[in-house]
Every structure is written in structure tokens, then in C-alpha cells.
């Protein structure tokens, strides 16, 4: 079992495989850490900014965001979660089960959809350069 949370580390060797590999394609080491694990952010050279275990993230200045952040990551595994039951419980002919994980994920979703729309607005509201 290696989903347990938190427990990933630069003693993963995934992680220090995918942290040589940045550095190597000219990836900066920042000093903001990742909201999610704490591993180190890098600034990739077309300017993104990238966990080495989640992938692309923003960087988090508030506490705020960092809760906004982690409910995004959030849903998206619940969406992924109650897709892969609602999948399970259809090859077992239970229309019942399928709907609620159905159900479920579509609530997701809608959350999802939401604040991503919050999002776009507090971008319209500090446009930058
Ligand atoms: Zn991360």
C-alpha cells in the first residue's frame, strides 16, 4: 500500500526520480512547498510551476487557497472514485448502487464546476500586466 497519505517523501524513489528528472530538463527548486505533501514546487522553464508528485499546481500564498487547493484535489478523487464504483456495481447488474455513486459523482462535479467559475472571476478581478 503506497496511498497512505502523507507519507510521501523524498525518500520515495519515484519522487527523487521525478525531482532528478525536473531539475535535469532546468527546472528551478523553489521554496514554496507543495499544500498537499510539502515536497518542494519547481519552476519549470516556460515559467509553471509543478509538484513533482501531483504535477501542475499553483503556488499558494493564503491559507485560503491552500483550503480551495485541497478540495480540489479532493473532488476530483471522489469523481474518479464514484466513477470507478458506479462502473463496478453496473457489471454487477445493481442499477441501485450505480445510481448513487452516480449520484455522487455528478454532485462532484457540479462543486467542481463551481468553483472553477469562482475561480475565473477572481482572475477577471486581479488581471495582472
Ligand atoms: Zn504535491
Redesign the pocket.
Known sequence: MREEKGE?SYRDPEIVKKMTRLVAEGAVMLAEM?P??G?PLFKLKSGEVV?P??GK?HIVKSEEEAVEVEVEYLLRDILRAAVRRAKEAVEEEDAEEALRWLSVAEAAGRIRARQEKGEEKAREGTKQS
Open positions: 510521501m507543495c498537499l505533501d515536497l509538484c508528485s501531483h499546481v
